[in-house]
């Protein structure tokens, strides 16, 4: 009787270390699964960041070099209320 | 609300743009103060007026020699005039943008910008004179060609290549028109035995100085203090006279555009063969440098229409456009 009772305990023990293993592995996987869509998140993050940051610069030196336009200068200098002249060569 | 405004802080002379409303002040750069108290007496005209004129408790000067500040409590002084001048005050607080040489050390930057935020500025940025003057002389530096100017002012000349708004080569030398008003004296002095006043050799300068023969060669009487005697003297000068005196900062003015010339990228150069030099400030008004220049460099050179006032219509135009053109200022990364 008691050497029966023995090997049922030591059953429920292995049943119950096993699920517990199985859980642990469970739960590491799917630590795992989630580490690798935050990292790949953060990535798409960062490019899209980037890329964001490309077209600010385009639109920032766009916005530089229109300034400097004949056109936009143009109120500018007539401000300029001394002799007008067409410059000379030489 | 106070109007923003740009300052041409030259060694010659001072001219300031109100956003808006154009050119409001051209003055020389000259500030007399008393000794005694240090009481600022005058500034500009009134004060370049009295230049060696003075009793001994006034000093009639300028704060900036060869494009460098010589007392920075005098530059600082002489800037709190000129915004009070224009309406600055406590209250009223505007940006502000002054144009600087651009050999100006990290010290001398950082006064210029102390002293505007002290008289009131709310924020104070720099820009270097030979980029303003591109602007100013509207010069296409917005496209991708090679634009030269020569910035030829009382204490610097400065030579800059600009292209798509940027500065790709530039070239500076403390050497100015006053270096020429100063060798006329030397000059006078030496072979004449004659001394005479900064304001005097000036006159001659203006009248019959040049860098290269002229067509009209003309001569000039000039009074001064004899040396030996010690009693007033006329004596009479003649152009080609003046112009040997002026030789030595002719030719440096003249090398440091071929230095500039030298460090151009040669896609670019083919650019001032075809388009030219432009020639802007004060100095770069005398008689036959724009010839003298040409010749020695084989590109040819041409007059801005508004030499004396293309750097502060510059300065004025990125005043105008404050955020479009921040990355142009000193210091700023765009």
């Known amino acids: ?90 | 609300m106070a109007r923003d405004l740009a300052i041409d802080l030259g060694t010659a002379n001072t001219l300031v743009y109100i956003k808006g409303r154009g050119i409001v002040l051209n003055e020389p750069s000259v500030i007399a103060v008393n000794r005694r108290n240090g009481e600022v007496l005058a500034t500009g005209h009134d004060a370049w007026d009295m230049i060696g004129r003075t009793p001994s408790y006034i000093v009639a000067v300028r704060p900036l020699r060869g494009g460098a500040i010589t007392d920075f409590d005098i530059t600082e002084r002489m800037i709190r005039q000129l915004l009070q001048r224009v309406g600055v005050s406590r209250f009223t607080r505007p940006k502000v943008v002054i144009c600087v040489p651009s050999a100006i050390t990290e010290v001398e930057r950082r006064a210029v910008t102390d002293a505007a935020r002290r008289a009131g500025a709310s924020d104070a940025q720099l820009i270097e004179q030979p980029m303003a003057a591109a602007i100013g002389a509207n010069l296409p530096i917005d496209e991708p060609v090679g634009n030269m100017v020569i910035d030829i002012g009382g204490g610097t000349t400065e030579t800059a290549v600009i292209s798509l708004g940027g500065i790709v080569a530039l070239e500076a030398v403390r050497v100015g028109s006053f270096d020429i008003d100063a060798a006329i004296q030397n000059y006078v002095r030496r072979e004449h035995g004659v001394a005479i006043g900064e304001r005097t050799a000036e006159e001659i300068k203006i009248q019959i100085g040049s860098a290269d023969p002229v067509g009209d060669e003309r001569s000039a009487d000039i009074r001064g203090r004899d040396l030996v005697s010690g009693l007033p003297k006329t004596i009479r000068l003649t152009a080609e006279e003046v112009r040997f005196a002026i030789d030595e900062p002719v030719a440096s003015m003249v090398l440091s555009v071929k230095r500039c010339l030298s460090k151009a990228p040669p896609e670019l150069a083919q650019d001032f063969l075809a388009r030219g030099m432009y020639l802007v400030g004060g100095g770069g008004m005398l008689r036959g440098l724009a010839e003298r220049i040409s010749r020695e460099t084989s590109v040819p050179v041409r007059m801005s229409p508004q030499p004396l006032e293309a750097v502060v219509l510059g300065a004025g135009h990125c005043i105008e456009n404050y955020q479009a053109l921040r990355g142009m200022f000193m210091g700023s990364h765009r």
């Open chain 1, 1 to 90: 009787m008691g050497y029966r009772r023995s090997v049922d305990r030591s059953a429920e023990l292995s049943t119950n270390g096993a699920t517990m293993i199985a859980m642990g592995l469970v739960a590491w996987v799917f630590a795992v699964l989630a580490a690798g869509c935050g990292s790949v998140l953060l990535v798409l993050v960062y490019l899209d960041h980037r890329a964001s940051r490309i077209d600010d610069s385009i639109a920032s030196f766009r916005r530089h070099i229109d300034a400097l336009s004949p056109e936009a200068r143009h109120e500018s200098m007539s401000h300029g209320n001394s002799t007008q002249g067409d410059g000379r060569y030489f």
